[in-house]
């Protein structure tokens, strides 16, 4: 029974998983730029990712064309991750050659970035700035 209880415990153990919530709001340094807003849920278990967009505002309308998909398209989507050195990044990969990538810091010392691409290689279009925190 105590080795059960142990090796229960353990297993439990072993599994680090906890969520965040994280507020964007339009970066007060670039009043000029394009800004969003944002409330965004992060899963993180272990060294992967999961992010799911709950609300997202947009200071400019989508800059590109209505065939490319905009982040505006994916409230409550569960999205995969990775880690950066100041944050996460996270974007659609959905076999288009169109779409976004979203940068996410919470240093406050980095921009965080919402950047519309017209390629994967090519991103061709300003992005969309804010400040970050964890709630």
Not at 11 to 30: G, Q, T, W
Request: proline letters at 5%.
């Amino acid at each position: 029974m105590n080795r059960l209880l142990i090796s229960a415990v353990l297993v439990l153990i072993s599994f680090n998983i906890y969520a965040k919530k994280i507020e964007c709001l339009a970066h007060p340094d670039y009043p000029n730029d394009r800004g969003f807003s944002a409330d965004i849920e992060l899963i993180q278990n272990n060294d992967k990712f999961k992010i799911k967009i709950e609300k997202l505002n947009l200071s400019d309308t989508w800059p590109l064309e209505k065939s490319c998909s905009s982040p505006l398209e994916f409230s409550n989507v569960t999205f995969l991750g990775s880690q950066t050195k100041d944050g996460f990044k996270f974007g659609l990969d959905n076999g288009k050659e169109c779409g976004f990538v979203f940068h996410i810091s919470i240093n406050n010392k980095t921009p965080t970035l919402l950047m519309p691409h017209h390629t994967f290689k090519v991103f061709g279009e300003k992005p969309f700035l804010a400040r970050c925190k964890t709630l």
